[in-house]
């Protein structure tokens, strides 16, 4: 058997190499803005969820109405009035710049608090977008820029009244 010699500096080429996969490789684990992984070679893989709070201002029961909750885990509260559409459940949807829906998740909760009644949502695995159109039910949208939502750190305050 003949052997080719190893010409110099092969070996350190070898395990400089073998140095950056493991680094790819490593950082293909690390999370991003959005705690999903992040891609060594492309960004479109980006993911994000965004959560936020949705207020009526108002008083009850003209813009709201205390309900008792299940199981005697004490006041909830609804929409009331011309507000009569929101409650648990109602649909919250993301659209991108080109208006295509992106990801979609509904109301949760509805809790009493000063000066009117919070839901909370949340819209899970959201990609990579210049712009955000975020719309509650039938309550017109929301518009924000990717810097804003990062800025933001992905959670929004809507309020209505």
Avoid at 111 to 125: E, H, I, L
Wanted: proline share 4%; hydrophobic share 35%.
């Amino acid at each position: 058997m003949h052997h080719q010699p190893r010409r110099p500096g092969t070996i350190r080429r070898l395990a400089a190499l073998a140095v950056v996969s493991l680094a790819l490789v490593a950082c293909q684990g690390q999370g991003n803005d959005g705690g999903q992984p992040a891609s060594a070679t492309t960004t479109s893989l980006e993911r994000y969820t965004v959560t936020g709070r949705f207020f009526i201002e108002g008083s009850a029961p003209d813009d709201f109405e205390e309900v008792e909750a299940a199981r005697g885990a004490g006041v909830t509260c609804v929409g009331a009035g011309g507000y009569d559409d929101i409650e648990p459940g109602l649909e919250v949807t993301v659209r991108d710049e080109g208006d295509a829906v992106i990801g979609d998740g509904q109301l949760t909760g509805g809790f009493v608090v000063s000066q009117g009644c919070v839901f909370d949502f949340k819209v899970p695995n959201l990609p990579r977008s210049n712009f955000y159109k975020v719309k509650v039910g039938n309550r017109g949208e929301q518009n924000y820029s990717y810097d804003e939502m990062k800025a933001a750190g992905w959670s929004l305050n809507l309020s209505l009244g």
